[in-house]
């Protein structure tokens, strides 16, 4: 089993910068692939970032390609978004995900594991 909890989401206008975290307790997450997702009002859940630790292969969205940056920090069973350039647009509550199998997936159905959510907020 494992518990993920999400933090630093807040208001930021655009072109600012945010990191999110997500700590993970419960299991080691050295060999589970972890994803970020996020779901703006009235709209589906969508993947942003993933990344596979053991390989250190990271995946993105091509809407956050060379603005947002996923990396782990194995020590302290912590994933980050680190979210650069922000857009009006970026605006949604962001969700950590972690699936059992190392394989990478943009489906919100094949990860096993969800933290409550943290909101972030763009102006413009």
């Known amino acids: 089993q494992v518990q993920l909890a999400e933090s630093g989401g807040g208001l930021v206008q655009a072109g600012g910068s945010l990191r999110l975290s997500c700590a993970a307790s419960?299991?080691?997450?050295?060999?589970?692939?972890m994803g970020w997702f996020r779901q703006a009002p009235g709209k589906e859940r969508v993947f942003v970032a993933g990344?596979?630790?053991?390989?250190?292969?990271?995946y993105y969205a091509d809407s956050v390609k060379g603005r947002f940056t996923i990396f782990t920090d194995n020590a302290k069973n912590t994933v980050y978004l680190q979210m650069d350039s922000l857009k009006p647009e970026d605006t949604a509550v962001y969700f950590c995900?972690?699936?059992?199998?190392?394989?990478?997936?943009?489906?919100?159905?094949?990860?096993?594991?969800w933290g409550p959510g943290t909101q972030v907020t763009v102006s413009s």
């Open positions: 995900a972690a699936r059992r199998f190392l394989g990478h997936s943009t489906r919100d159905r094949d990860y096993d594991y």
């Open positions: 419960g299991r080691s997450f050295s060999d589970t692939y």
């Open positions: 990344i596979v630790r053991s390989f250190g292969t990271r």
